[in-house]
T-cell receptor
Framework: EPEVTQTPSHQVTQMGQEVILRCVPI?????FYWYRQILGQKVEFLVS????????KSEIFDDQFSVERPDGSNFTLKIRSTKLEDSAMYFCASSDRVRGTEAFFGQGTRLTVV | GNSVTQMEGPVTLSEEAFLTINCTYT??????LFWYVQYPGEGLQLLLKATKADDKGSNKGFEATYRKETTSFHLEKGSVQVSDSAVYFC??????????????FGKGTKLSVIP
């Protein structure tokens, strides 16, 4: 069964450092997403990506965040200068074009900023 | 904007008890509705979905019916098992954004089932 894979599973970084979270979406999917879940809180939408550009982003997704699909298979989230409050589980998801089709989620990357 | 409200947890039930987790939503247009489950230490998995009013989604003994008149999508299971212990998230997608079917999640309800 196809799945979304994310690497690394856990990353620890120092405040102010840049991190790149990586995702390989399901190959025939067209919509890609990043969500985050701060410990004990709800899952929050960050950004969606379609046709090689950002299609929507939330107010959380400020200038320190960026996304890229560098090679047609990977989908990355870059956080330029990490803050303590960026510590969270980051989920990548992908979906097909059909309305109502489920989004498939990866296992997540736990980011800890120290 | 869109929002999802689900009952606060945690919920603790004995094995074979009946489960209901309430979920109501606010959305523009006609959203699709989902229940996702997160087992301890794992990512999110789709449990069931419904894409239009009066649809019933079902999977693994869980059911939820899309009620447009009450804007609700309550999750039910007739007899829970210890293996159902997890966090359950209600979510909607209205596809109103161009090129996006982003999900709006509720806060999650933690279910613990004891033998």
């Amino acid at each position: 069964e196809p799945e979304v894979t994310q690497t690394p599973s856990h990353q620890v970084t120092q405040m102010g450092q840049e991190v790149i979270l990586r995702c390989v979406p399901i190959s025939n999917h067209l919509y890609f997403y990043w969500y985050r879940q701060i410990l004990g809180q709800k899952v929050e939408f960050l950004v969606s990506f379609y046709n090689n550009e950002i299609s929507e982003k939330s107010e959380i997704f400020d200038d320190q965040f960026s996304v890229e699909r560098p090679d047609g298979s990977n989908f990355t989230l870059k956080i330029r200068s990490t803050k303590l409050e960026d510590s969270a589980m980051y989920f990548c998801a992908s979906s097909d074009r059909v309305r109502g089709t489920e989004a498939f989620f990866g296992q997540g990357t736990r980011l800890t900023v120290v | 904007g869109n929002s999802v409200t689900q009952m606060e947890g945690p919920v603790t039930l004995s094995e074979e008890a009946f489960l209901t987790i309430n979920c109501t939503y606010t959305a523009t247009g006609y959203p699709s509705l989902f229940w996702y489950v997160q087992y301890p230490g794992e990512g999110l998995q789709l449990l069931l979905k419904a894409t239009k009013a009066d649809d019933k989604g079902s999977n693994k003994g869980f059911e939820a019916t899309y009620r447009k008149e009450t804007t609700s999508f309550h999750l039910e299971k007739g007899s829970v098992q210890v293996s159902d212990s997890a966090v359950y998230f209600c979510a909607l997608s209205d596809g109103s954004g161009a090129g996006s079917y982003q999900l709006t999640f509720g806060k999650g309800t933690k279910l613990s089932v004891i033998p």
